[in-house]
C-alpha cells in the first residue's frame, strides 16, 4: 500500500493520470514484443513464405504502418479526438493480430494485416502525444522526463514480452501467441475507454488539417528526421541480424542471443529515467550526438568481435545508444511542433518505420553478398552520418523552450502557433 501511494504520488507530480499511460504503454509494448520475434518464423513455417515474400509482407505493412500513422497524427492534432483515435488503433491492433489466427493464405494475410496493423500503429504515438499534450497543460511538469520516465516502461516490456512469446510459443504454439497478442491490445482499448480522459483536438475547429509532410519545410526537422532514419536503419539491422551473427559467426548458443537482448533492454531502463533530468542541464542535442558515438563504438566493437562474451559486454555501449535516441529523440522533435503533438509524434515514429524498412532490405542484401559480420560496418556509417547530421541540427535553448510551453498555455498565442502549423508556415 505504502509503494502504491509513493508510486501514485510520483505520477502526480509528473502528468495527471501517469498511472494509466504507465499500465497503457506497458502493454502495447509486451503485445509488441511477444509477437515480433517470430513473424520470420510464422511466415516462413506456417504460410510458407519465401525469403524474398517475407521481405515484402515486411515492408508492405512497415508503409501501411507510415501512411495510416501520418494520417491519423495529423487528424488527431486539429479534428478528432486523440482517445477516440487510440480506440480506433487499439481495436484494429487487436483484430489485426487476431487475424493471424484465421489466415494463413499469403495474398489475403498482406492485404487484411497492412490495413489493420496500419491504422494499429497509431496507438503508441498517440499515448506518447497524449502525454506531451497533457504536460503542457499542467504547470511545472517537465514534459521530457514525463515522456522519458513512460519510455522506459516500454523498455522494460521488451525485457518481459521475448520471454513470455518463447513460452506461449512452446506451451501454445502460433495460435496462443497472436491470441494473448490479440488480448493484451483488447485490454489497451479498455483501458483507453474507461480511463483517458476525452479532449478537444489541439487544433483549431473547422480548419484544414496539415498539409502532408508540410513540417518537412522547415530544414531542421528535414536534418532530425534523417538523422532519426539513419539511426533506425542501423538500429533495425542489429536487431535483425544479431542473432544470426552470434550463432553463425560467433558460435553462441540462443540463450547468449536472448541473453543480449534482455541486457540491452534492462539496461535501458535506468539509463532512460536518468535521460529527463540530464537533457535539462546538457540539452537534448548534445545527448543525442553522444547517443550516435555511443552507437558508433557499439557497432565498431560488434565488427571486431571473436567471442560471443564481448557482444554481451559491448551492451552498455548499445543501451546508451537506443536510450537516447528512443526517448531523448522523441522529445526533441516535439519541440519542433508544440502546437502539434500527434503529428510531431507520429512524424518522429514514421523515421522509425521507414528505418526498419530500409534495415530489413539493405541488412538482407549486405548479409547474402559479404557476411554478417559486415552488417555491422554499414551500422558504423550510419551512426556517422546521424552524428553528422545532428551537428547541423537546431538546438533548443532552456529558455526558448519554457517560450514555447508558455505559448501553449496562452489561448492567443497557442491559436495563432496551431495556425501557422495549419498553413505549412
Partial sequence: MSFRLRFGSLGSRLLPGYGTLV?????????????????????????????????VFMCVNGVGGIL???????????????????????????????????????????????????LGSSVFPQLFAYARETASRVPGVDATFATSSLRS???????????????????????????????LFAAVFAIVVWRIERRPPAGIQGSRPIKSFAMLRDGHIVTACLSYVAVYTASSMNGLYMPLFVTKELHGSDRVVGSVVALSAGLEIPIILGLGVLSVRIGKRPLLLFGSVC????YVGAWLAQKPWEMLALQLLCATFIAISVSIGMS???DFMPGTP?????????????????????????????GYRDVYLLCTALAAI??????????????????????LSSPDAATQQRQRAVNGD
Fill in 23 to 55: 499500465l497503457a504503454i506497458t502493454l502495447v509494448g509486451i503485445g509488441v514484443s511477444i509477437t515480433r520475434p517470430y513473424l520470420s518464423l510464422f511466415g516462413a513455417n506456417v504460410v510458407h513464405m519465401s525469403a524474398a515474400e517475407l521481405g
Fill in 332 to 334: 526533441y522533435m516535439q
Fill in 386 to 407: 546521424s552524428w553528422l547530421l545532428l551537428l547541423r541540427g537546431k538546438r533548443f535553448k532552456a529558455e526558448e523552450t519554457k517560450a514555447l510551453h508558455a505559448a
Fill in 295 to 298: 552507437g558508433a563504438m557499439y
Fill in 342 to 370: 500527434g503529428a510531431a509524434t507520429a512524424l518522429y515514429s514514421n523515421t522509425n518505420n521507414l528505418g526498419q524498412m530500409l534495415g530489413s532490405l539493405l541488412g538482407g542484401a549486405i548479409a547474402q553478398w559479404a
Fill in 68 to 118: 495510416a500513422s501520418t494520417w491519423l497524427g495529423r487528424l488527431s492534432d486539429l479534428r478528432v479526438a486523440k482517445k477516440f483515435i487510440m480506440l480506433v488503433s487499439a481495436a484494429c491492433s487487436a483484430l489485426g493480430y487476431g487475424v493471424f489466427l484465421v489466415l494463413h493464405s499469403y495474398l489475403p494475410l498482406l492485404i487484411v494485416s497492412t490495413v489493420l496493423l496500419g
Fill in 153 to 183: 516502461f516500454f523498455s522494460l516490456a521488451w525485457v518481459i514480452g521475448p520471454l513470455l512469446g518463447s513460452y506461449l510459443l512452446q506451451v501454445c504454439h502460433f495460435s496462443g501467441l497472436f491470441a494473448a497478442t490479440a488480448l
